[in-house]
């Protein structure tokens, strides 16, 4: 008894100490979209590819612009050498230091320079067709974020439109369950007092069971439609939301199908973004062929220059020969040094040209590459309009025959209702079978869960044709 209350007391701390789990959000429509367009990882990507394509502008435009450098030079060297000739050194030049006989000198050398150099380029066939490609990618890149947001507000609408759905699926199979409870006790009270039959208990538990599963469902799928709206929403794991409006129809759409259409295909961002794509790859074909078309760069560079040459080693012998009896008699060495100092400027102009002659099919290449990617977006752009129309006529006539679906649902609702209660009378009096009830049974949860598929359909279709034409 002891170690069954301590276990239970270690249960109970064990479960106080969990987190709290995040009360529901419930949330309209409105402000599902007011969070999620704000929240929209989507429409972040789509901004920040943007701010890309800006940047691209900028380097396009810089080459119009010259460019000026600060360009610096300095150097140190030692030479020793005996033959006094120094030549092909980088950092000293060609010297000649008169040395006799075995001399040797030391040469270090210091050199010092620091300029201004300023270059243009005076033509250039490929920057301007390069600064139209990347402005027409910029504008892509703006239509593109139109469009971003027309899809992340449909994608919300559609999520919170199937979290609306679940939601109110689930008070059908609760009545369901109500009404199965009631003819299950039915059932067994008339099996008690002798006037039923032990089939008639079994069907009810059956029907009983199976509404108690799709209740279940139900609610499994509400949680699924809650956290792929919690996704879009951007909010912590944790977080569970409901919708706090009922499954109601909006208002009906106000343009007929040929409008919707005209609406869809003249005013759509989708289709502006291949625009200027084509637009760009168009620009690139220009850029590939002024790569094989002359330069002209001008130049303009000057400088101060410093250099200081010493010799701290200069040693010189000489001889003389043939002395008579001694031979060649040698002479005191010479030993010295020097030093020299000085400073230079210059400055320049330079006109460079530049013509291209062969580039081993480069240029041609890339212009065929750019040329493909042209008519590309030609077949895409009507590939798209095909699509865009497609949708909107899938969509508007689901928005029309949803409506008749609507008022054909909520007549099997009304009807199915008072055939339940018939049923029920008729079963409780003896002078029906149980069969005939829980059909009954059956179509009102078929015509209650049609009647709320119904509403959903009609409000996703309208949201769809929001979506295609861009209107409210």
């Given at each position: 008894?002891l170690?069954?209350?301590?276990?239970?007391?270690?249960?109970?701390?064990?479960?106080?100490?969990l987190?709290?789990r995040?009360?529901?959000l419930?949330?309209?429509?409105?402000?599902?979209l007011?969070r999620?367009m704000?929240?929209s990882?989507?429409?972040?990507?789509?901004?920040?590819?943007?701010?890309?394509?800006?940047?691209?502008?900028?380097?396009?435009?810089?080459?119009?612009?010259?460019?000026?450098?600060?360009?610096?030079?300095?150097?140190w060297?030692?030479?020793?050498?005996?033959?006094?000739?120094i030549?092909?050194?980088?950092?000293?030049?060609?010297l000649?230091?008169?040395l006799?006989?075995?001399?040797?000198?030391?040469i270090?050398?210091?050199?010092?320079n620091?300029?201004?150099?300023?270059?243009?380029?005076?033509?250039?066939?490929e920057?301007?067709?390069?600064l139209?490609?990347?402005?027409?990618?910029?504008q892509?890149a703006?239509?593109?974020?139109?469009?971003q947001?027309?899809?992340?507000?449909?994608?919300?609408?559609?999520?919170?439109?199937?979290?609306?759905?679940?939601?109110?699926?689930i008070?059908?199979w609760?009545?369901?369950?109500?009404?199965?409870?009631t003819?299950l006790?039915?059932?067994?009270?008339?099996?008690?007092?002798g006037?039923?039959?032990?089939?008639?208990?079994f069907r009810?538990?059956?029907?009983?069971?199976?509404d108690?599963?799709?209740?279940?469902?139900?609610?499994?799928?509400?949680?699924?439609?809650?956290?792929?709206?919690?996704?879009?929403?951007?909010?912590?794991?944790?977080?569970?939301?409901?919708?706090?409006?009922?499954?109601?129809?909006?208002?009906?759409?106000?343009?007929?199908?040929?409008?919707?259409?005209?609406?869809?295909?003249?005013?759509r961002?989708?289709?502006?973004?291949?625009?200027?794509?084509?637009?760009a790859?168009?620009?690139?074909?220009?850029?590939?062929?002024?790569?094989?078309?002359?330069?002209v760069?001008?130049?303009?560079?000057?400088?101060?220059?410093?250099?200081?040459?010493?010799?701290?080693?200069?040693?010189?012998?000489?001889?003389?020969?043939?002395?008579?009896?001694?031979?060649?008699?040698?002479?005191?060495?010479?030993?010295?040094?020097?030093?020299?100092?000085?400073s230079?400027?210059?400055?320049?102009?330079?006109?460079?040209?530049?013509?291209?002659?062969?580039?081993g099919?480069?240029?041609?290449?890339?212009?065929?590459?750019?040329?493909s990617?042209v008519?590309?977006?030609?077949l895409?752009l009507k590939?798209?309009?095909?699509?865009?129309?497609?949708?909107?006529?899938?969509?508007w006539?689901?928005h029309?025959?949803?409506?008749?679906?609507?008022?054909?649902?909520?007549?099997?609702?009304?009807?199915?209702?008072?055939?339940?209660?018939?049923?029920?009378?008729?079963?409780?009096?003896?002078?029906?079978p149980?069969?005939?009830?829980?059909?009954?049974?059956?179509?009102?949860q078929?015509?209650?869960?049609?009647?709320?598929?119904?509403?959903?359909?009609?409000?996703?279709?309208?949201a769809?044709?929001?979506?295609?034409?861009?209107?409210?």
């Amino acid at each position: 008894m002891l170690r069954r209350r301590f276990l239970v007391s270690l249960l109970l701390a064990a479960v106080a100490a969990l987190p709290a789990r995040a009360e529901p959000l419930a949330l309209s429509l409105e402000q599902a979209l007011e969070r999620g367009m704000e929240a929209s990882l989507a429409l972040k990507q789509t901004d920040a590819h943007k701010a890309g394509t800006a940047a691209d502008v900028g380097i396009s435009r810089s080459l119009f612009l010259p460019k000026l450098d600060v360009v610096g030079l300095g150097s140190w060297a030692q030479v020793g050498s005996s033959i006094g000739f120094i030549s092909n050194l980088p950092t000293i030049g060609d010297l000649n230091v008169n040395l006799r006989g075995d001399g040797y000198a030391v040469i270090q050398n210091s050199f010092g320079n620091i300029g201004l150099a300023l270059s243009y380029p005076l033509i250039n066939f490929e920057r301007g067709p390069l600064l139209a490609a990347a402005q027409a990618l910029d504008q892509a890149a703006d239509v593109r974020v139109q469009e971003q947001r027309r899809q992340s507000r449909f994608a919300i609408t559609n999520a919170y439109l199937n979290l609306q759905l679940t939601e109110a699926l689930i008070p059908v199979w609760q009545r369901s369950i109500a009404l199965s409870t009631t003819l299950l006790k039915d059932a067994e009270a008339l099996l008690d007092g002798g006037l039923g039959a032990r089939i008639d208990v079994f069907r009810a538990q059956a029907l009983l069971a199976s509404d108690q599963s799709g209740l279940s469902a139900a609610r499994s799928e509400q949680a699924i439609a809650a956290s792929a709206l919690a996704r879009l929403l951007d909010l912590p794991a944790e977080q569970t939301l409901e919708a706090s409006a009922p499954l109601l129809a909006a208002a009906p759409w106000p343009l007929d199908l040929q409008a919707s259409v005209e609406a869809a295909t003249s005013n759509r961002p989708a289709l502006d973004v291949i625009r200027q794509e084509r637009a760009a790859a168009e620009a690139k074909v220009r850029a590939a062929r002024g790569t094989m078309l002359p330069r002209v760069g001008l130049l303009v560079g000057g400088g101060i220059n410093g250099d200081n040459l010493s010799l701290p080693v200069l040693n010189g012998s000489n001889s003389i020969g043939n002395v008579p009896v001694a031979g060649e008699v040698s002479l005191p060495g010479v030993s010295s040094s020097g030093s020299a100092s000085g400073s230079f400027y210059d400055y320049g102009v330079l006109l460079t040209l530049r013509q291209p002659l062969f580039d081993g099919g480069l240029s041609a290449q890339s212009a065929a590459l750019a040329e493909s990617q042209v008519q590309e977006q030609r077949l895409l752009l009507k590939q798209r309009e095909q699509v865009i129309i497609l949708a909107v006529e899938s969509f508007w006539h689901t928005h029309r025959s949803a409506a008749e679906t609507m008022q054909a649902s909520r007549k099997a609702v009304v009807a199915s209702e008072e055939a339940v209660r018939d049923a029920q009378l008729r079963y409780r009096a003896g002078i029906a079978p149980v069969t005939e009830l829980l059909l009954a049974q059956r179509d009102l949860q078929a015509a209650r869960s049609a009647e709320a598929t119904a509403i959903q359909q009609w409000n996703l279709s309208r949201a769809g044709l929001e979506l295609e034409t861009g209107q409210r």
